[in-house]
């Protein structure tokens, strides 16, 4: 909803616990937690296992559950590899489009002035902070049957990209945009004067410092639009091998009570997720340790 | 980052201000304002005003008949009801395991500030699919020893509640812990050396200092909740008068035939999507308000 919901840790100085002038050996071993503070890493831990550690780690037994054999044919069966195909395409097509049209909004956004301009910094967030049901209902009004338009993509492969496109829409805008608020444009000016075109400024100059924020923000929109499910509730009609991304799949295992499947198809998607959190941490400690 | 609003308002200015008379010539810079324009034009702002438009196509009064239904009423009472338990929980969590991010060293610190952000980027219905195994009174690996205890997780108000809690775990962690750095423990210190209480030293120094960030945290986890879909699907079986949300009603109403049916599927749908707006509005406009103390 607002830039930092949407950012990663790049921003995030968690590399910098509180300063401790003891050796690095020993520093790794002790902690310098009080009572109250143990007490309180205790309570907040147990939650977090009830609710968040515990409910995922079941989904990795149950994926286990009938062995690796069950687990790759759940995985490959016909109408679940093709939800996975789609999935990871239609995400992949959307990440591509947002790193470009994200960079393009976030430049105009800092470095253009002109009327309104407020106005569409609030535009960016909508799609994050409306339900997604409510998302697809827009959608639908102007790509579906009554649109406006004259086009009916509802219950086709576009619905899906635009659902995706919708939903991602933040993530490359807000991670980017920061850090061309920090570039100075002195420094693209000098180069401008030393005889550069603006296609070799941009290349050279901007393009690199940007690059670990248009890849966080891609690693997010990927991860977003792989997982995204309520949008495209009403907009895709949800078609097997047509139309059917990989959480309408789980879903329709979970209902038909196979959790065995479900479980496999949700392994798929958390594994992304890790890989998107780990991507990221390693971007945010690179960044942080250049500068 | 959380200040790319009010960064963008201040000390930019002079330079960006420069830099337009430099450029302000150049076509390239009209034509992709145009294209950015026409993209958000396209995508967001035309889509969402024919929501609008949509709700209030029969008039007022059908409108006004959906909000009057018991269904409807239920459906916004159980959301805000759940919103409420899931903020509650998420603003306490978030406050807690903040200050244990920032101002002290465990074991497992590193791993903890990467998990905490795993809810956002898993998929709603892995959420709820996660839950249900764990919780589910049938087949669920503690659900059917809570149940035999005489509390209903999944299908029931607790699950509800866990699911949209897990999805807006990290809003408020995300908040707290940039501006928790930023202050440090020295006012802190000085008063417990002042003789003040850990707890008086907390609510008196500490409280005051990190309130904005606490509210934006607090609003963007609410907006969240108010939303959640898919996770919620999943556990809460969407019975109407039972367990029916608001977004679930949407997903119902506007799958089952007949105007009346569509019209309150629009005018659910426009409810939540004017929160989500207000929100949004309250987190920008309250904002730059943290730079001016």
């Known amino acids: 909803m607002t830039s930092s919901a949407v950012t990663p840790l790049v921003e995030r100085p968690d590399d910098a616990p509180p300063p401790a002038p003891r050796g690095r050996r020993r520093r790794r071993r002790t902690t310098d937690l009080t009572p109250v503070a143990g007490l309180g890493l205790g309570i907040t831990m147990l939650w977090f296992s009830l609710l968040v550690l515990i409910p995922l780690l079941a989904v990795v037994v149950q994926a286990s559950e009938g062995g690796w054999q069950a687990y790759w044919e759940a995985l490959t069966s016909p109408q679940t590899a093709a939800a996975l195909r789609l999935t990871v395409s239609q995400a992949l097509l959307v990440t591509l489009v947002n790193i470009v049209m994200g960079t393009a909004i976030a430049w105009v956004l800092v470095r253009d002035r002109f009327w309104g301009k407020q106005f569409l910094e609030v535009v960016i967030d909508i799609p994050f902070a409306l339900p997604t049901i409510v998302a697809g209902l827009v959608l639908l009004s102007l790509y579906g049957p009554s649109s406006p338009l004259g086009v009916d993509w509802a219950n086709t492969r576009v619905a899906v990209f635009l659902a995706f496109l919708f939903v991602t829409l933040p993530f490359v805008v807000r991670t980017v945009q920061p850090v061309l608020i920090e570039l100075e444009p002195e420094v693209e000016e000098a180069a401008a004067s030393l005889g550069a075109s603006r296609f070799t400024t941009f290349r050279t100059i901007i393009l690199p410092s940007l690059a670990p924020a248009i890849t966080s923000g891609a690693a997010l929109s990927f991860a977003r639009g792989i997982s995204e499910y309520g949008s495209l509730v009403l907009l895709s009609g949800n078609l097997p091998y047509s139309t059917e991304v990989a959480s309408v799949r789980i879903l329709s295992y979970v209902e038909g009570d196979k959790l065995m499947e479900a479980a496999a198809v949700a392994s798929i998607l958390l594994v992304v997720a890790l890989v998107v959190i780990v991507v990221l941490d390693i971007i945010s400690r690179s960044v942080a340790r250049h500068g | ?293």
């Not at chain 2, 201000?17 to 958000?40: D, E, H, M, N, Q």
């Not at chain 2, 029931?156 to 423990?185: C, D, K, N």
């Not at chain 2, 309130?211 to 969240?224: D, N, P, Q």
């Not at chain 2, 009603?249 to 659910?268: D, K, S």
């Open chain 2, 1 to 293: 980052m959380a200040d790319s609003l009010t960064t963008s308002a201040a000390p930019t200015r002079p330079a960006r201000g420069k830099v337009v008379t430099v450029r302000s010539r150049s076509p390239f810079r009209w034509v992709l304002r145009l294209i950015v324009i026409a993209y958000l034009f396209f995508l967001v702002i035309w889509p969402v005003t024919l929501v609008a438009k949509a709700t209030f196509s029969r008039g007022l009064a059908p409108v006004l008949d959906a909000l009057q239904q018991p269904e409807v009423i239920f459906a916004f009472k159980l959301t805000l009801s759940v919103a409420f338990w899931a903020v509650v929980i998420n603003t306490a969590f978030g406050i807690v395991v903040s200050l244990l991010l920032v101002r002290y060293t465990f074991p497992g610190r590193r791993a903890l500030s990467a998990m905490i952000d795993v809810p956002l980027s898993v998929s709603p219905i892995v959420v709820g699919l996660a839950l249900l195994l764990v919780y589910s009174g049938r087949t669920g690996w503690i659900g059917g020893a809570l149940e035999s205890a005489g509390l209903q997780v999944i299908y029931a108000p607790p699950g509800i509640i866990m699911a949209t809690a897990f999805v807006s775990l990290p809003l408020v962690i995300r908040e707290l812990v940039p501006v928790l750095t930023e202050i440090g423990t020295d006012s802190e210190q000085a008063a417990r050396s002042l003789g003040a209480s850990p707890l008086q030293a907390f609510l008196s120094i500490t409280l005051p200092a990190i309130k904005w960030a606490l509210l934006y945290g607090v609003v963007l986890s609410l907006a969240r909740s108010l939303g959640e879909f898919g996770a919620v699907k999943i556990v809460s079986g969407g019975v109407a008068m039972r367990t029916q949300t608001a977004t679930l009603l949407v997903e119902e109403r506007y799958q089952q035939f007949g105007p009346e049916n569509t019209i309150t599927a629009y005018t659910a749908a426009l409810i939540l999507a004017l929160i989500a707006v207000l929100a949004l509005v309250v987190v920008t406009s309250l904002r730059p308000k943290e730079n001016s103390q």
